[in-house]
């Protein structure tokens, strides 16, 4: 499949599915050049399931397309910063690259809390651009949680 969006966008336009289906609204897209590999949102709550965030079910079935059980040379783009749990598949998976939208100051773990990347025991550390339609994100985030507390 290739993209018609740019990554973010497609990743953000996910996002809000996943709100509509009363999902935390966070979207994930693994590309390999111009080559969207997987698209994913999160489906923790349909699925049962606490790991069935966006990056992990995008990195999932990246490996699945790509075939070779890494993802090297590839980027992902997510909506949200990434947790202890997806940052530590991320540096698994060796992506090259992650791009994220809004900063999560509660659970991230790439820019904020452990910074997982930095520590000397993390044994592949992506590049991270962070902020990339960071206000999309942030007011999706906002809108989301502020109608699920009433």
Request: hydrophobic share 45%; with cysteine; net charge negative.
């Amino acid at each position: 499949m290739t993209q018609s969006l740019a990554p973010m966008d497609l990743a953000l336009r996910l996002a809000e599915e996943a709100a509509a289906l009363g999902e935390a609204p966070v979207g994930a897209v693994v590309v390999e050049g111009d080559r969207v590999l997987s698209a994913m949102r999160n489906q923790m709550q349909a699925l049962g399931d606490p790991t069935a965030h966006a990056e992990m079910l995008a990195i999932r079935e990246a490996l699945r397309v790509r075939g070779t059980g890494r993802l090297d040379g590839c980027d992902l783009y997510v909506t949200l910063e990434p947790c202890a749990m997806c940052a530590g598949a991320i540096a698994h998976a060796r992506l090259r690259r992650v791009y994220f939208a809004a900063e999560d100051t509660k659970a991230g773990a790439v820019e904020n809390g452990v910074r997982l990347f930095e520590q000397p025991t993390c044994h592949h550390k992506p590049e991270v651009i962070g902020g990339v339609s960071a206000s999309r994100a942030e007011a999706m985030l906002v809108d989301f949680f502020k109608k699920l507390r009433g």
